[in-house]
């Protein structure tokens, strides 16, 4: 599906607020539009509209009274009875006369000691006149006056009408684009929770976070801004080529050459801007994925001296960003205001050519309340084009934006069940299974075993021996190549994978603890754990020995990582945790490795109230901390090459020994 398709149906889900929005946005233009065929008609028929034929009346109504006699304007004589006589008002430069005779045709006019003589190609007429006072022209003009005032009220009441309904569509239209993008931000973080765990491990959680942040908000960009600035213009481009065909159709026709050359243009403009915002965004991506990464190691940086290097590594990346915003910025002076000023000086080059070449022949005078209306009409025209293109900038980023969004949303995710399944009792198999993180690299090999209800599994081997990738696929982090593994008779590829893991826990070597407290990271704010159930748990493992000085107790802040807090501490929130939830099958990852060795006696306490009534799988480098476990698999290289409890295994002497052997020595030298 095309991406403006799916923006287009994005902006469907509050079609209700959008359509509201463009119905007052249409009054408000309507209104607005209205305003010079106002002054067209204030202009033509009550200023210049003096030039009207006038008639002699015996009526005093609505008539002027000039030396002696009552003067009525044709437009306001309702009655033939009501004519007496012909006569006119005609402005000969900035002065006005009265002629008390019909006139045969209008053309030039000239006057000379009270004679005016008007004369059209060969034709030449001549009437006596008088000249009017200003008090007799304002005489004329004062049964005008009371029109002029309603219509100037009209205008202006039609003016806050605008005012108000453009007011209403802008805030409709700006609140329905936060709302969509509110939206689009909640479908983008819940499919990164859909996402299986190897995502992650191929993209920079920066990269992620430049999706969900700068490439939404570009597309609110695209709604707020954009659409509100094309939605406007095109209404309004619309309603002024109504009005100017209404004025005049064959100038409003020559005006029509203008749609064409701003659609020929936009597409110019798209294909070199959409190039160029492609790399625009690729680059911020990468600014960001740098950033986060140096955030997150920025004591190793500091510690082996390396900030220059970073910081060069940095000026590349946003070297590079700059070129290609010169780029577009660019590209963006050669189109936007040239564009703008191109189409206008077309457009009023034809005004003046067709406004020029109708008042040299007098049979198709145009008026000057016509001529004041298109002025009008096309210098707003203008507004709403210049809006337009000024924003294609911001519509292209947006449509880059857009794309990398909705490639997010495209992943193949695993849609979140609510499934439940019995407690699993714990017997886990792996039937002769292998794995690779990459086709034909096999990381596990023909990997075989079985741990019962209740059993404690070891699993140790050197670095790369394949110890965690065993607890990733029984955890279905990553789906198997081969073989089958099976919970209680249960083959778990059949399974869904949050089903899967609901009755499973697991405790890293550097365990993560989440923004809030040190109950709510317990918890992890499931409704099913009670408060209760938190600090048994807390007390369970023995955190209480170690969390009891902090000054809120269970309900000291946690920041992001539990940054604050000891490893120690951090580990004991993690084993309560896993407690709390109570699985059927715990894992513990390295759980002692960075533990010192006071703090070790409190942890493997808890290790013990864990592993109560569970299969536990312990994958360990200390090997003293194994030596009670029901069965130890040794792995090398994505084998298992021993298998056995800790005496068996010592009684065989092969590479469990050896490792044990080393481990105890280095222990003696160290003491």
């Known amino acids: 599906m095309k991406v403006g398709k799916r923006l287009f149906n994005y902006a469907l889900l509050f079609k209700r607020t959008i359509i509201f929005a463009l119905i007052m946005l249409a009054i408000a233009v309507a209104t607005e539009l209205t305003g010079p065929f106002i002054a067209k008609k204030m202009i033509d028929d009550h200023i210049l509209g003096i030039e009207n034929v006038w008639y002699e009346t015996n009526k005093s109504d609505e008539a002027v009274a000039f030396q002696g006699n009552w003067y009525k304007r044709s437009d306001r004589i309702y009655t033939d009875d009501e004519k007496i006589a012909e006569v006119r008002i005609l402005q000969v430069g900035r ?76 805030y409709l239209l700006q609140t329905s684009a936060n709302r969509i993008i509110q939206k689009m931000r909640e479908d983008v973080f819940a499919q990164i929770q859909r996402l299986p765990v190897n995502y992650f491990d191929n993209l920079p959680a920066g990269k992620v976070v430049s999706r969900v942040t700068n490439d939404t908000e570009a597309i609110r960009d695209l709604y707020v801004t954009v659409l509100a600035n094309f939605f406007t213009g095109i209404i309004y481009i619309t309603g002024i080529f109504i009005a100017l065909f209404l004025l005049d159709a064959k100038l409003a026709l020559i005006c029509m050459v203008i749609v064409p050359i701003l659609i020929i243009w936009i597409k110019v403009y798209r294909k070199y801007a959409s190039k160029y915002n492609h790399k625009i965004r690729s680059r911020l991506s990468d600014i960001n994925g740098t950033i986060n990464e140096s955030i997150q190691g920025m004591s190793i940086i500091q510690a082996f001296r390396r900030q220059e290097e970073a910081d060069k590594e940095f000026d590349v990346l946003n070297d590079e960003h700059f070129t290609y915003q010169n780029k577009l910025l660019n590209l963006n002076a050669l189109t936007s205001h040239n564009l703008v000023g191109v189409l206008r000086n077309i457009s009023f080059v034809a005004l003046i050519w067709y406004f020029g070449g109708g008042s040299l022949g007098l049979d198709s005078v145009i008026s000057l309340g016509v ?13 709403p084009i210049t809006g337009m293109v000024n924003q294609l900038a911001i519509l292209e980023q947006s449509l880059v934006a857009s794309e990398r969004v909705f490639e997010l949303l495209d992943l193949e995710g695993i849609d979140v069940s609510s499934d439940e399944i019995p407690r699993y009792k714990g017997n886990v198999a792996f039937d002769h299974v292998f794995f690779g993180y990459k086709e034909g690299e096999h990381v596990l090999k023909d990997i075989h075993f079985a741990a019962k209800q209740g059993e404690t599994v070891a699993l140790v081997g050197h670095t790369g021996s394949g110890k965690s990738s065993i607890m990733n696929l029984l955890f279905r982090f990553y789906d198997i190549n081969e073989g089958k593994i099976t919970i209680d008779g249960m083959n778990i590829n059949e399974i869904p994978k949050q089903v899967l893991r609901k009755h499973m826990g697991i405790v890293l070597q550097d365990p993560y603890l989440f923004t809030g407290t040190i109950a709510s990271n317990v918890s992890l704010d499931d409704p099913s754990i009670s408060r209760e159930r938190v600090e048994k748990a807390l007390n369970d493992v023995g955190a209480d020995q170690l969390l009891k000085s902090l000054p809120n107790g269970y309900d000291e802040p946690v920041i992001e990582k539990g940054s604050t807090l000891s490893s120690g501490q951090r580990q004991l929130v993690s084993f309560a945790r896993a407690l709390a939830f109570d699985p059927a ?17 409190i942890i493997q306490n808890a290790l013990e109230v864990l592993k109560k009534g569970r299969t536990t799988f312990i994958i360990a480098h200390r090997l003293s901390t194994i030596k009670n476990a029901d069965q130890i698999l040794v792995l090398d290289r994505g084998e298992i090459v021993e298998k056995g409890n800790h005496y068996e295994l010592m009684e065989q002497r092969g590479k469990y020994y050896q490792m044990y052997e080393l481990q105890q020595g280095k222990a003696t030298d160290i003491a």
């Open 95 to 170: 002065s006005y006369y009265f002629v008390d005779e019909p006139i045969e045709f209008d053309g030039q006019r000239v006057v000379n000691n009270n004679e005016l003589i008007i004369s059209r190609n060969d034709k030449v007429e001549s009437y006596e006149v008088e000249k009017l006072s200003k008090d007799e022209l304002f005489n004329f003009y004062k049964p005008e006056i009371p029109m002029l005032i309603k219509l100037i009220a009209l205008y202006f009441g039609l003016l806050v009408i605008a005012s108000i309904f453009t007011f209403g569509q802008r």
């Open 371 to 383: 001529l004041y209306a298109f002025v009008d009409y096309l210098n707003r025209l203008f507004q």
């Open 585 to 601: 099958i715990l894992i513990l990852d390295e759980a002692t490795a960075s533990i010192d060795t006071e703090t070790e006696a």
